[in-house]
């Protein structure tokens, strides 16, 4: 009996040892941005910057060993079929135009989201970007979504405790 109770021990031990790998913790805050860090479900490390203002989720996520970073983007008011592609553009301020083609999907709540992803090479300028701009427009091709248009202010903080903790990926 007793060696069942030490398995059945081990094996919470386990579990909570898994379970606690897939933390994040917020790093900064500023306005309605945040920075966080941490590990994934599977233990990869991942630092990324989030805001959820009216409703809107907007977040960056970028995985340890990783050459791309994900952008995430959704609402409860969307309805996006699994694997739909919704063509898109970004702006920050005056700054030339960001394109990509984003993939549907749905948050673990249930809400509809899109995500792409933006070669690393690029996070430089994107950071620059994001940091020293006002607000960043999204436009959906042939409206199939209304524009958002979220303000920046607070990201100059939160980006320089993202890049810290990116440092730290390698």
């Known amino acids: ?39 994934a479900t ?22 340890g060993g990783q050459t791309t970073f994900d952008i995430q983007m959704g609402t409860s008011q969307w ?5 739909a592609k919704v063509p898109l553009t970004m702006r920050f301020d005056g700054h030339p135009i960001w394109r990509a083609t984003a993939t549907g999907f749905h948050f673990d709540d249930g809400d509809a989201g899109l995500q792409f992803a933006v070669h690393r090479n690029q996070m430089e300028n994107f950071a620059r970007e994001f940091r020293d701009s006002s607000q960043l427009r999204i436009d959906f091709k042939d409206n199939q979504f209304p524009a958002w248009i979220l303000g920046l202010q607070g990201t100059a903080t939160v980006n320089g405790a993202f890049q810290s903790c990116l440092r730290k990926l390698g």
């Open 79 to 83: 309805k996006i079929e699994k694997g």
């Open 1 to 39: 009996m007793a060696r069942w109770g030490a398995l059945a021990f081990a094996l919470a031990l386990v579990a909570i040892a898994v379970s606690a790998s897939a933390e994040t913790k917020t790093l900064a805050r500023s306005g309605s941005w945040e920075a966080f860090g941490g590990t």
């Open 42 to 63: 599977d233990g990869t490390g991942v630092c990324g910057i989030s805001a959820e203002p009216g409703g809107r989720y907007f977040g960056l996520k970028l995985f």
